[in-house]
């Protein structure tokens, strides 16, 4: 499995853009990065997933490196709903297809007015 | 739409006693299905995973079983609990050939 190595805990004023990094070096060309987010005492939510092209959704943007050994997941404008743990992972197929997601410890953001 | 569904949101057992935790997913069929425990202030630990009726992989070795009777349904059991078993407990699916996980509302089990 590809390991994924982030920062503990990141802070982000209101309105402005978090950006959280995650390095994931030993990633295979067919493994695709993950973004989770956990709210505390809930389960963890998807949020959005890329191969090695920039994508984008409602929540948020990610940014793979060139080489797919970083990334960086986007919240354009946090508000105080979006302090949470941050997962980055990486997928590992299993028998029969879908995935086996491993998770890390994530990175703890925490907004601020 | 689809929906999983896990039960009980929070449960106090003492040392020794069985348990069962019950997870369905509702809206799918043959979902990939996943046990996670968090214990408190740590990150998910992936404990089971299945890809279909009976198949069950175990993550690591520890007091805890899984057992998948129904295509939908994901059981959580042990014959008798440790202390070290506290923790919250997560259910989770993901479409047989899909991408993203969907995860229950959790369990948070504390054994006294």
Redesign the interface.
Known sequence: DAKTTQPTSMDCAEGRAANLPCNHSTISGNEYVYWYRQIHSQGPQYIIHGLKNNETNEMASLIITEDRKSSTLILPHATLRDTAVYYCIVRVGVTGGGNKLTFGTGTQLKVEL | SQTIHQWPATLVQPVGSPLSLECTVEGTSNP?L?W?RQAAG?????LF?S??IG?I?SEVPQNLSASRPQDRQFILSSKKLLLSDSG?Y?C?W?????????????T?LTVV
């Not at chain 2, 740590?42 to 992936?46: E, F, V, W």
């Not at chain 2, 993901?94 to 959790?106: D, H, K, N, R, V």
């Open positions: 990939n996943y996670y740590r990150g998910l630990q992936l995973y890809v279909g198949q992989s919250f997560l989770a993901s479409p047989l050939w899909g991408t993203e996980a969907f995860f229950g509302q959790g948070r």
